[in-house]
């Protein structure tokens, strides 16, 4: 009877040490299975191996940065060559506008015209223009 007594307590006492490792897996499973409960109370970032990697991931961050930077430069640079060369082909007509009308001005019958409308005195040669020879003495 004391046999069975001590078979029965031996029994016990290796379910519960079977229990108790079975509720540590699932306690150690619980801190895996729930990440975000894990970041919040801070024991993830706690842990050695995040530890030694976090200078990595600081740098991670920076190459992040450095690329949406880069990006948002990159854009601004292209909006601003657009108004460019929209600026640049409203310039060019304006430019042959400009050039075309000097042209019209410039013709001896708009001369003529603005001469007397504005009554400088003058008054058109009807003789052609002689050319000047200078002679060179030796």
Do not use: W
């Not at 007594?5 to 619980?30: F, Y």
């Not at 200078?55 to 992040?64: D, Q, R, T, W």
């Not at 430019?95 to 005195?121: A, D, P, R, Y």
């Amino acid at each position: 009877m004391i046999e069975e007594k001590e078979n029965i307590e031996e029994k016990v006492e290796e379910e519960v040490n079977i229990n108790s490792e079975n509720s540590n897996k699932k306690e150690a499973e619980g801190t895996r299975s729930n990440p975000f409960r894990a970041f919040m109370d801070g024991s993830l970032l706690s842990k050695e191996i995040i530890r030694k990697q976090f200078p990595f991931v600081i740098f991670l961050s920076l190459i992040a940065i450095g690329f949406i930077a880069n990006r948002y430069q990159a854009e601004k640079i292209v909006r601003n060559t657009e108004s460019l060369k929209i600026e640049l082909k409203e310039l060019r007509a304006e430019q042959i506008s400009v050039t075309s009308e000097l042209m019209q001005l410039s013709q001896q019958s708009e001369v003529v015209k603005l001469v007397t409308t504005n009554q400088l005195g003058l008054t058109e040669s009807v003789d052609p223009p002689k050319k000047i020879i200078v002679k060179v003495k030796e």
